[in-house]
Every structure is written in structure tokens, then in C-alpha cells.
């Protein structure tokens, strides 16, 4: 059975629960619409830092943060549209906009949460177009779906490369498998991959990977006998890795685009004038056997 509730923390915060298994999600509206927890069967799977959460003037470390309009970062946070030059932060500014919950719902095979953030004064001055973005989250005994629509409300064609953030809690990553179904991997930071292995024996790793054979994602925690598996949308056609030293996360992050991919044109999604675009990650846990 699952069912839903609303709770006052420092943000108001909403919980979507299997109530047979100790399995739920908690999204908070004010902070970019998160999915700031996720916990399986009693389990921890996306890692948190609380207090990045509490703090309006941080970027949450943690959860699942939504990277639009774009998914990684721009040389000089600069790209041009119509021949004038915008800024960018790395990410997007999705992550800083409140939402606002449109819709509700649990029965017993499913609870879903849909939520809305629009266009503002302060994002057309970086990104000139109007647009709503919807995110729905679903949980259901197969795991969780993440799912996006993005509006064009403008008269005018809008690209955008979207992206997700999902900081998976590790505690032993000396018994940690990543399966990424890559031919290609690329160094955003210098030997963060090692013997044909992500490399966390540093202070910082950084990987982006493309080429993919298959657009399931696995990582394999030994310690904790729990496999996660990512599926993404074929559209998502880049898979990053990010770790810090000492921190008991991994990220693995599905994206459209490469990085800089407003300026070297890869991977840009470019919706026409009232039209719309949906695209679907699920993310699975399960008990090894």
C-alpha cells in the first residue's frame, strides 16, 4: 500500500511512502523540486548533506538535483543565442527555482508527486524564453521514476539539454562495482580513471562517459549485498561520474549533452515554438541474492 503525507521541516517537505517496507521519497518544492531522500527497504540510497538542504543560499549536496536548461557547464558560463551572449552557471539554475505541487496521488500499486517551475524575470535574463518544466515522480514496488516535460511557451525555438545529479550513498567503495556501458571515457579531471576503473583513490574524480551500448546503469555494493540500476531515455546519451575523497557518495549522472554543449552543439534538444518534450529516468534497488 502506498500512501502520502506533508511535513513542515525547514522547508515544507513531502513523502511519498510504501508503507509495507520502509520504502519512500521525500521531495522538498522550495529547493529546485529534489528528491532530497530516497530510502529502500530500510536502505539509504541517495545520499545528503542536511544542512546544504536547510541553507537556501547553497547548492544542495545531495538527492537528485535537476540540471536545466543545461546538464554541465559552459566555458566562461557563456553562451550566444541571436548572436547575444548569455550567462550560465554550471548546471543550470533549475536547482534554485521553488516548484509548486500541481498534482498528488497514491493507491495501492503507486504514489506519484507532479510538480511545476516556470520561467521568472531573473531566469529570462540568463535563458530568454518562457517555459514551465513538470517533473513527476513516481514510486512503485519497481522503484522510482523520474520523469520531465519540458513547455516552450515562447514564439521562438528553445534548446536545452537537461540532466540529473543523483548522489548515491556508498559507505565502502573499496567494495563498490560501477557498470557504465560506455566505449568512451573522457577525464574531466586527470587520473580519475585508473586500470580500466573509476579511480577514488584521489581527492576528486570526474569522468564523462558517451558511446553507450545500453542505457542501463549498474553499481554494485557489495558490502551493503544492494545493486542500484540507473535506465535512462536513449536521449540521454552522456554518463558522468563525480566523487570526492572521505565523502560516502558517487554520483552518476545522466545528461543530454557534453559538457559546453551550447557552444559545441552536441547533444542540444531544440523545441519549437508551444510545443513540449518528456523524457524518463527510472532508478532501481534491489537486494542481491
Not at 550560465?88 to 496521488?105: P, S
Not at 507532479?114 to 522503484?143: A, C, Q, W
Not at 540532466?163 to 556508498?170: A, E, I, L, M, S
Not at 536521449?235 to 558522468?240: A, G, P
Request: glycine share 4%.
Amino acid at each position: 500500500m502506498f500512501n502520502y503525507l506533508k511535513k513542515q521541516d525547514q522547508f515544507e517537505t513531502y513523502v511519498l511512502e510504501n508503507t509495507t517496507n520502509e520504502t519512500y521519497i521525500e521531495v522538498v518544492p522550495e529547493r529546485g523540486s529534489i528528491i532530497s531522500k530516497y530510502v529502500h527497504n530500510n536502505q539509504t540510497i541517495f545520499y545528503l548533506e542536511q544542512e546544504t538542504l536547510d541553507n537556501p543560499s547553497e547548492n544542495v549536496r545531495g538527492g537528485n538535483p535537476i540540471l536545466f536548461p543545461i546538464s554541465s557547464y559552459l566555458v566562461d558560463e557563456t553562451y550566444h543565442y541571436n548572436d547575444t551572449a548569455y550567462q550560465l552557471k554550471q548546471h543550470g539554475f533549475a536547482r534554485n527555482l521553488a516548484g509548486n505541487v500541481i498534482d498528488i496521488h497514491a493507491d495501492e500499486n503507486s504514489a506519484s508527486i507532479t510538480l511545476e517551475m516556470v520561467h521568472n524575470e531573473e531566469t529570462y535574463v540568463r535563458y530568454p524564453f518562457h517555459f514551465s518544466l513538470i517533473m513527476k515522480y513516481t514510486l512503485t514496488t519497481d522503484g522510482l521514476s523520474v520523469q520531465a516535460t519540458v513547455h516552450n511557451h515562447d514564439n521562438k525555438v528553445m534548446p536545452f539539454y537537461l540532466g540529473y545529479h543523483p548522489y548515491f550513498y556508498v559507505d565502502d567503495k573499496d567494495n563498490l562495482e560501477l557498470n557504465i556501458p560506455s566505449t568512451h571515457v573522457d577525464e574531466l579531471i586527470p587520473n580519475s580513471f585508473s586500470q580500466n576503473k573509476f579511480n577514488f583513490n584521489q581527492l576528486e574524480s570526474n569522468t564523462i562517459h558517451n558511446e553507450l551500448q545500453s542505457n542501463v546503469c549498474e553499481m554494485i555494493d557489495r558490502t551493503r549485498q544492494l545493486k542500484i540500476s540507473m535506465t535512462s531515455d536513449d536521449i540521454y546519451q552522456y554518463v558522468v561520474l563525480w566523487a570526492l575523497q572521505g565523502k560516502p557518495f558517487v554520483c552518476i549522472e545522466p545528461w543530454m549533452a557534453p559538457v559546453d554543449g551550447m557552444n559545441v552543439g552536441e547533444g542540444i534538444q531544440y523545441l519549437e515554438a508551444n510545443q513540449s518534450h518528456t523524457s524518463i529516468i527510472h532508478i532501481k534497488a534491489e537486494e542481491l541474492r
